[in-house]
């Protein structure tokens, strides 16, 4: 989890929106910063293009049935589609993706649950 120079590329600690139990959302949801997700999306979540510090969690209760694609992920809940993570992905025990994941790191806790391929950004990108 070092970038250019040893420097420490870690998520951000602020969350800028949130999305709460007990809300449904249909449709993208672009952002930047950082999002918590508590609810549920139908749709992609979308970190804006270049926001190298865009940090999405996902609570336990929280699902999305859609694309996502940030920087950084940090996850308890449920994704359906497919995960681009450009900096660093933690699934947490309740974690469950169905879906291929790409990632550039990844610490899985005990009980998370990947259903698809996981490909590393970092292999890919010097072919």
Request: net charge negative.
């Given at each position: ?30 952002f ?17 293009e ?78």
């Amino acid at each position: 989890m070092f970038g250019k120079n040893g420097e420490s590329k870690k998520p951000q600690g602020k969350i800028d929106s949130l999305i709460s139990a007990g809300t449904r959302i249909e449709g993208a949801i672009h952002f930047s910063g950082g999002l918590r997700i508590d609810g549920e999306v139908k749709g992609s979540v979308l970190a804006v293009e270049g926001a190298s510090a865009s940090t999405l969690v996902l609570s336990e209760h929280a699902r999305i049935e859609g694309g996502v694609s940030v920087a950084h992920l940090i996850t308890n809940g449920v994704v359906v589609g497919p995960v681009v993570v450009t900096e660093s992905l933690e699934m947490q025990s309740r974690a469950r993706i169905v879906g291929d994941v790409e990632y550039v790191s990844i610490e899985m806790h005990q009980g998370a649950v990947i259903e698809g391929r996981l490909v590393n950004r970092v292999a890919t990108e010097g072919n």
